[in-house]
């Protein structure tokens, strides 16, 4: 099948064409005719599968053969929004709005907190088309009376199941509150929880389910491989790697945004050059930091589990895990930033003695046991044991160190859904994707301390318009935690 079987207007074809892409992925096969069709529509598609295309097409298509309305104020009104986690997958879905839209007379425009709101206001005042924001920034715009979402006729809520996880469901419920009931209605997730379920009944009518992706899945286009290190030996052999196999494009993880930043400086020192990316930097800071990482300028971004949400580059090569996550859905989102859309990708994880019982929760959520290698100098030390750890009667030994089999070490987070993703040619990208939030779960730096068990909650975390040129509100996520 061909973009062309899909029944999308000549404009979108040819900026199709001039992204490069021909084939669409199966989600996109999917979802485009259901949303063309005009009904409400579920989707179940993981991070990597071309779900932004999938629906940011039709929408344009649908939006091109309609006519603009005027709001209560006598502006252009808003006829879509898209409500995202984050405020990298905001810009990333705008700008795959922008992208697919050059060629249509629509205007576009992203909204996120962590700037200041004056510019975003003046944006909206020249009438805006299509607005991807994040939800708490959305809601201090519709607060203020900045903001009419009175014309709104398709919602589209990307990543439902990180804004849940990230506790945006009142924010969720509050902008559904100020929508209008007859609108069409796409929500796209990468589970079906009972929670996503309920969310769903709420929000959608009759939808149309498709699912592409089963859930805790990885693909089979990554190449996944663990070595176990001591514990005072990943820093040291994270540089032998990088440059004993000349790599030039690394995304590397830790839990904690204190770790990030000293693993950048050590990085740094030794000739590599390193940024991080995480809730506590400036919105300035990151966006130079991603800008730098696509175009290759910089050799390692250092991320946090929040705030890798909506890295979206293509032919991603290496992902590495520094440190294991704690929640063993985060690791299927992780090492998914590469192997996109039919890219081969690598992913490789540092694992020393006392992440024993994190990497055994996570080979029994994916179904299989990762190859093990050690590179030599850099094993752990015959000395280097995890004491045992009493907890009332039970005895934890060594790998059950800060696994799963702790008492109270409840499950919960979820493989996010966009953003980003490497793109191979005749796919459109998938969606941006990660960073994914601030507030990195758990956590221990490359030392030997135990981790700290995950909190029982979670933290809440431009285009033109006919004539003219239209403007811009980069910026940051909702401002709400990330």
Known sequence: MTFDELGLAQPLLRAIREQGYDTPTPIQQQAIPAVLAGGDLLAGAQTGTG???????????????????????????IRALILTPTRELAAQVEESVRNYG??????????????????????????????????????????????????????????????????????????????????????FSATFSDEIKALAERLLNQPRVIEVARRNTTAETIAQRIITVGREKKKDLLIHLIQSQDWHQVLVFTRMKHGANR????????????????????????????????????????????????????????????????????????????????????????????????????????????????????????????????????????????????PGNGRGGRPGGAAGAPRAAGHPAGGAGQPRPAGNRGGQGAGGARPAARPASRPAAAGQRPGGAGGSGRGGSSGRGH
């Open 102 to 187: 050059k060629h249509l007379k629509l205007s576009s425009m992203v909204m996120f907190g962590g700037v200041g709101m004056g510019p975003q206001i003046d944006r909206l005042k020249r009438g805006v088309d299509i607005l991807v924001a994040t939800p708490g920034r959305l809601l201090d715009h519709h607060q203020q009376g900045t903001l009419d979402l009175s014309r709104v006729e398709f919602f589209v809520l990307d990543e439902a199941d990180r804004m849940l996880d990230m506790g945006f469901v009142h924010d969720i419920k509050k902008v559904l509150a100020v929508l209008p009931k007859q609108k069409q209605s796409l929500l």
């Open 51 to 77: 779900k932004t295309a999938g629906f940011t097409l039709p929408l344009l298509h649908r939006l091109a053969s309609s006519h603009p309305v005027k709001d209560s104020k006598g502006r252009w009104a």
């Open 263 to 406: 693993l950048c400086e050590h990085l740094n020192k030794a000739g590599i050059s390193a940024m991080a990316i995480h809730g506590n930097k400036s919105q300035g800071a990151r966006t130079k930091a991603l800008a730098d990482f696509k175009s290759g300028e910089l050799c390692v971004l250092v991320a946090t589990d929040i705030a890798a949400r909506g890295i979206d580059i293509d032919q991603l090569p290496h992902v590495i895990n520094y440190e294991l996550p704690n929640v063993p859905e985060d690791y299927v989102h992780r090492i998914g930033r590469t192997g996109r859309a039919g890219a081969q990708g690598e992913a490789l994880s540092l694992v020393c003695m006392d992440e024993e019982g994190f990497l055994a929760d996570i080979e029994k959520l994916i179904k299989r046991s990762i190859p093990r290698e050690t590179v030599a100098g850099f094993e752990a030390p015959a000395s280097e044991r995890a004491e045992p750890i009493q907890i009332g009667r039970r005895t934890l030994n060594g790998g059950a160190r800060g696994g799963g089999s702790q």
